[in-house]
């Protein structure tokens, strides 16, 4: 279903007269899953989050500004967001849980969840692993190797990059893996992950 944020609350717009909105009603308890967008012709290799706890219904000032969350994310909800047989719920998250491919998990209460920020260099970043793939494959294959527990890596393709490190897609003679590489420290901005990926490339060519 489609859904705003309110910092990073989700913001939904269910009709009561769906399944889903009479069940909202008789009993808060909700989860949504997000599957980030992917190349991967494997949808298990791709990145997804669920948060999972308690709608509410806003009211006053928060249910304006749910309002307009809703409609900057869904602007066909222009059409139906004021309808009396449609309602505006907040999902109040206590637990995320992250999946980012194969074997790659971990789950956040609430309250971590509402401190963090936004990653500065994921959307930025496709140009950035464009270039990886295609003028250092030899140097994400050392990463890999070196740093990526796969010591066996022919070759490596950069499929993701953000704020702590890059996901490499590796094929050795065993098949194909996935794994991650750090950077040696977490960057706060696009305009470090350059100088963050030279490091990287340093730190696995000395072994």
Same mark, same amino acid.
């Given at each position: 279903?489609?859904?705003?944020?309110?910092?990073?609350?989700?913001?939904?717009?269910?009709?009561?007269?769906?399944?889903?909105?009479?069940?909202?009603?008789?009993?808060?308890?909700?989860?949504?899953?997000?599957?980030?967008?992917?190349?991967?012709?494997?949808?298990?290799?791709?990145?997804?989050?669920?948060?999972?706890?308690?709608?509410?219904?806003?009211?006053?000032?928060?249910? @304006?500004?749910?309002?307009?969350?809703?409609?900057?994310?869904?602007?066909?909800?222009?059409?139906?967001?004021?309808?009396?047989?449609?309602?505006?719920?907040?999902?109040?998250?206590?637990?995320?849980?992250?999946?980012?491919?194969?074997?790659?998990?971990?789950?956040?209460?609430?309250?971590?969840?509402?401190?963090?920020?936004?990653?500065?260099?994921?959307?930025?970043?496709?140009?950035?692993?464009?270039?990886?793939?295609?003028?250092?494959?030899?140097?994400?294959?050392?990463?890999?190797?070196?740093?990526?527990?796969?010591?066996?890596?022919?070759?490596?393709?950069?499929?993701?990059?953000?704020?702590?490190?890059?996901?490499?897609?590796?094929?050795?003679?065993?098949?194909? @893996?996935?794994?991650?590489?750090?950077?040696?420290?977490?960057?706060?901005?696009?305009?470090?992950?350059?100088?963050?990926?030279?490091?990287?490339?340093?730190?696995?060519?000395?072994?």
């Amino acid at each position: 279903m489609t859904y705003g944020l309110l910092g990073g609350a989700p913001v939904l717009c269910v009709s009561n007269l769906a399944e889903h909105g009479r069940n909202l009603a008789g009993d808060p308890r909700a989860s949504i899953a997000i599957v980030a967008p992917s190349a991967e012709a494997d949808p298990l290799a791709s990145g997804r989050v669920t948060l999972a706890g308690l709608v509410q219904a806003p009211a006053g000032e928060e249910r @304006a500004a749910a309002r307009e969350a809703h409609l900057a994310a869904v602007s066909a909800a222009k059409y139906y967001i004021d309808y009396s047989d449609f309602t505006l719920w907040v999902l109040r998250v206590d637990r995320a849980r992250w999946v980012g491919g194969y074997g790659r998990m971990d789950s956040a209460p609430g309250d971590a969840y509402a401190a963090a920020q936004p990653d500065p260099v994921q959307p930025r970043a496709a140009g950035a692993i464009e270039h990886l793939n295609n003028d250092h494959a030899d140097a994400l294959a050392a990463m890999a190797r070196a740093l990526g527990g796969y010591p066996d890596t022919t070759a490596a393709v950069c499929t993701g990059a953000d704020r702590y490190g890059l996901d490499l897609r590796v094929t050795t003679e065993r098949g194909v @893996a996935y794994t991650r590489v750090g950077y040696p420290a977490p960057i706060d901005s696009y305009d470090e992950l350059r100088s963050a990926t030279v490091a990287l490339t340093q730190l696995a060519r000395r072994g």
